[in-house]
């Protein structure tokens, strides 16, 4: 198999969580920038990939990276690079285009070219004047960067944060990848409780289900590139056997979602079952300020309201104030918060040990992370004995 580049793209703020995921899968030759992480994989890494990675957005395959500042450097420079080696006759190619800081400035004029300069290189290669376009799909991106193109195609068809479980939308809904992000970089042990007191449609318990089980993101949905000639069908299914013998379904956790919406946790308990982990969840109707728990150490992970709308703002204060009463009430716990509210740590009464920035959707937020003190090395650390 041959060494190919990959780029697995991110939201702002969790490129260093894709490259730890992609390190975990023996991936470790890579390169990591805003929005993305840049890495040496074979075809089969690909496949792999696609299926296990939990915070990135997309794998794409990176043809080629120059510069570029004239239409005419666009043009030769992406037909000099070796598209028949991926596209076959009859594929379908559409071109996507951004530009940000780059003399190149018209997208739709940069998209032309590059499907102009594909379309020249296939006839060459392929002797023929017109593709018919009626085979698989290659969605290819051209993006200039100061003056900098780099081409790629996308080997996932829809975000990798469509894991095919979330059928129905809640209000305000947290991405898959960002709420897997936020499980990973508290670093929660899976033999300890996670509570989510504001869980909406479950996203976050539901995604540490998933973690705790090791069941890879993708397993029940498809990916472009499974249409492709390029890789093998019996490659794909190796790596969902691999996915199939590694996850532990058996594995007891204890993981809760509350939520004051008796509609938010009707759509929860749906979502729940559609991943396959409605059993390892305890999903209740219950008010943020009745949560507490038996156990002695705990994560609380949670993504209350901001309060974006006008006139929510005194209720979103009061919130967070009795999120801070309430919480101090697990004293041994720790807490992760995600939240744009830039005056959250006084109105929680207390400064975070760390906080990281984070991209929900396109609003900036602060992850707020409160680190509980661990238990005593002489103390058994099981579900069992933490009761």
Known sequence: M???????TSAFGIEAV?????????????????????FSGDEKAICRTNLWLRTADRILIKMGEFKA????????????LPWHEWIPENAEFP?????????LFSVSDCQAIVKKAIVEKLKQKYKREWFDETGPRYRIEVSLLKDVATLTIDTSGPGLHKRGYRKLVGGAPLKETLASAMILISRWNKDRVLIDPFCGSGTIPIEAALIGHNIAPGLNREFAAENWPNIPRQMWQEARDEARDLAEFDRELRIHGYDIDEEAMSIARYHARQAGVEKSLHLQRMDMADISSRFKYGFIICN???????????????????????FQELDTWSYYILTSHPDFERLFGRKADKK?????GRIQCYYYQYFGPPPPKTAKTSLEDET
């Open 2 to 8: 041959s060494r190919i580049q990959l780029i697995a």
């Open 18 to 38: 894709v490259g730890r995921e992609l390190k975990k899968l023996g991936y470790t030759d890579q390169f990591i920038e805003n929005g993305k992480v840049t």
């Open 69 to 80: 500042l004239t239409f005419e450097e666009l043009f030769e420079q992406t037909k000099a």
């Open 95 to 103: 071109v996507e285009g951004k530009s940000v800081k780059s003399k």
């Open 304 to 326: 209350p309201p901001y309060g974006e709308r006008l006139g929510e703002m005194k209720e979103i204060e009061r919130l967070y104030r009795k999120m801070g009463t309430v």
């Open 356 to 360: 990281r920035k984070l991209y929900n």
